[in-house]
C-alpha cells in the first residue's frame, strides 16, 4: 500500500470556502427516491468530454450507457457502477462524468443502471453488476477493469471480491485493475472518521447513510462482504487506486480498506486530498484537484488496460 496526501491548491481553497457557504444554506441531503431528479441534475452538469460517444445498451440483460473515445483500445472496457447509497443515481446522469475517464483510460466504460432500493433492495445491485460483467466477458471483452464512486465504489469493490475468487476456477475472467472514487466500503459505519470528520463533512451525515444502509439492506448483516466489502477476503485482488478528500466521513472506508488490502500482500494507491470533499472530482470545472485526480485515475486504468494488450 502507498499513500499520497495532496496539499489544496489556494484557488481551489477559495473555490470550496465558497461551495461550503452554499452547501450551508441548503437542506441537509437524504437519500430516497424522491431526491432521484435532483441528484440526476446535479450529475449531468459534469461538461461531455471530447471525442467521446455514448450510446444507451443492454449488456448481461442489465441496461445502461456506453461511453466510448474514439482512440479506445480494442478488447478492454471498464465497468463504472455510478453512486448514491444505493437509492439514487442513473448511468444517463453520469454519462459526461465516466467519459471523462473514459477519454483519460483510453478505454470503452459501461454505466451499469443497476436497480435500486428501496423498490430492489440488497442483493439486487450486486447481482445487476456480477451480470453486467460476465455479460462483458460473454461479448470478446478480454480485459476487463472496475470502477466506481461512493456506494457504486462499494458494490465495485464487492464485485471484485466475488469475481477474484471465482475467476480461479475460470468461470469470469480475471479484472486487471479496479480504480474507485469515496468508496462506501463499510455499511456497519464502524469507521472514526463517521464520527471526527463530521463537522468538516458539508454533504453527507451518519443518518443520512443510516437510512440509506436501512433501505438497502434490510435485516440483511451489514458485516456482509458483498454489501461491506471491508469485512471480506482481500487476498489476491488486483491492482487498487482510490482517491478521496480529507474532509469526508467516508476517510476511513478507503484508509482502512487499503491497509488491509496491504497487510495481505495487495497492492493499493490510496490518494487524500486537502481540504476536500466527498467525490470532488465530480467538480471538474471548479477544482483543479478533480482534474488531476480524474487525471490520475484514467493513467492508472490504462497502464494496466494496455500492459495485458501489448
Request: overall charge negative.
Amino acid at each position: 500500500m502507498t499513500m499520497t496526501f495532496h496539499k489544496e491548491y489556494p484557488a481551489d481553497q477559495a473555490a470550496m470556502q465558497a461551495m461550503r457557504a452554499e452547501l450551508r444554506g441548503l437542506p441537509t441531503m437524504e437519500f430516497g427516491p424522491e431526491v432521484r431528479p435532483i441528484f440526476d441534475e446535479l450529475m449531468a452538469k459534469t461538461p461531455a468530454a471530447n471525442g467521446v460517444s455514448y450510446e444507451a445498451a443492454t449488456v448481461g440483460g442489465v441496461p445502461g450507457w456506453w461511453c466510448r473515445p474514439a482512440d479506445a483500445v480494442g478488447g478492454s472496457a471498464v465497468l463504472y457502477l455510478h453512486g448514491g447509497s444505493y437509492v439514487v443515481g442513473s448511468a444517463a446522469a453520469y454519462r459526461n462524468f465516466v467519459g471523462q475517464i473514459a477519454a483519460r483510460a483510453r478505454a470503452a466504460m459501461f454505466i451499469a443502471d443497476y436497480r435500486l432500493a428501496p423498490e430492489h433492495p440488497f442483493p439486487s445491485a450486486v447481482n445487476d453488476a456480477s451480470a453486467v460483467y460476465r455479460g462483458l466477458a460473454a461479448n470478446g471483452f478480454s480485459r476487463l477493469a472496475l470502477a466506481g464512486d461512493s456506494a457504486g465504489g462499494g458494490l465495485a469493490l464487492s464485485l471484485l471480491l466475488l469475481v477474484t475468487k471465482e475467476s480461479k476456477n475460470g468461470s469470469v475472467p480475471m479484472p486487471v485493475a479496479a480504480a474507485v472514487m469515496s468508496p462506501w466500503t463499510d455499511l456497519v459505519l464502524s469507521g472514526e472518521s463517521i464520527g471526527n470528520r463530521a463537522a468538516a463533512d458539508p454533504l453527507l451525515t451518519r443518518a443520512a447513510l443510516e437510512n440509506a444502509a436501512k433501505l438497502y439492506l434490510g435485516q440483511y448483516d451489514r458485516h456482509d462482504p458483498q454489501a461491506s466489502p471491508l469485512y471480506g477476503d482481500l487476498t489476491g485482488l488486483p491492482p487498487l487506486l482510490f482517491h478521496l478528500g480529507e474532509d469526508e466521513i467516508l476517510l476511513d472506508d478507503s484508509r482502512r480498506f487499503t491497509e488491509c488490502v496491504g497487510a495481505v500482500g495487495g497492492f493499493a494507491q490510496l490518494h487524500i486530498w486537502q481540504g476536500m470533499i466527498h467525490v470532488f472530482p465530480t467538480n471538474l470545472e471548479l477544482l483543479q484537484a478533480a482534474g488531476e485526480a480524474l487525471d490520475d485515475t484514467g493513467e492508472f486504468l490504462r497502464s494496466f488496460l494496455e500492459k495485458l494488450g501489448e
